[in-house]
């Protein structure tokens, strides 16, 4: 059974601070997503990781991928109120259409 | 992009009655969508997979009969919550696998059973 997980589960944090969001899978997966919840809303993409080493970075945020540690980070630089949101990830499962999604991480951004 | 819309936004039923609820991609054709469940403050979990033209394929522990899906155009897929109890209430979300092999969200619905 494919597991993601993610870690923190809460996180606080002061403006301008950085810090990193782990996302950590059990099984070899083609891809690993990145979203943004906001309450009583759906998700958001932010990033989409194809392959061992990728990184991408949008703003203040910035998502890598390590395959073999089955290990994806988002990195927040200088955080800012607006970021404060709910952030999963998500993986495929191998051979399927399906994905499974992280546990999330709920992030509150103190002024 | 790719754009998914997802109808009701909210609905209140009824313990005992049943809710439709739709989604439908509506630049691209999908094959295969998917349902999610959210309960406050908690992950999305797989309901069930909806294949355009066969039946559901649905996840470990989701009933198939309180849960119906159906898929019966390239477009849409919709969920019926069949006699819906106030366990039932939740945050349904819905997603389709786009051209370019991303998913798409709908924009979710507010299940709520008195």
């Known amino acids: 059974e494919l597991k993601v997980e993610q870690n923190p589960l809460f996180l606080s944090m002061q403006e301008g601070k950085n810090y990193t969001i782990y996302c950590n899978y059990s099984?070899?997966?083609?891809?690993l997503y990145w979203y943004r919840q906001d309450p009583g809303k759906s998700l958001e993409s932010l990033f989409v990781l194809l392959s061992n080493g990728a990184v991408k970075q949008e703003g203040r945020l910035m998502a890598s991928l390590d395959t073999k540690a089955r290990l994806s980070t988002l990195h927040i630089t200088a955080a800012v109120h607006d970021l404060s949101a709910t952030y999963f990830c998500a993986v495929d499962i191998p051979g399927t259409y399906k994905y499974i999604f992280g546990t999330g991480t709920r992030l509150k951004v103190l002024a | 992009g790719a754009v998914v819309s997802q109808h009701p936004s909210r609905v209140i039923c009824k313990s005992g009655t049943s809710v439709k609820i739709e989604c439908r991609s509506l630049d691209f054709q999908a094959t295969t969508m998917f349902w999610y469940r959210q309960f406050p403050k908690q992950s999305l979990m797989l309901m069930a997979t909806?294949?355009?033209?066969?039946?559901?394929?649905?996840e470990q522990g989701v009933e198939k009969d309180k849960f119906l899906i159906n898929h019966a155009s390239l477009t849409l897929s919709t969920l019926t919550v069949t006699s819906a109890h106030p366990e039932d209430s939740s945050f349904y979300i819905c997603?389709?696998?786009?051209?370019?092999?991303?998913?798409?969200f709908g924009s979710g619905t507010r299940l709520t059973v008195v």
């Open positions: 099984t070899t997966s083609d891809r």
């Open positions: 909806s294949n355009e033209g066969s039946k559901a394929t649905y």
């Open positions: 997603s389709a696998r786009d051209p370019i092999g991303g998913y798409t």
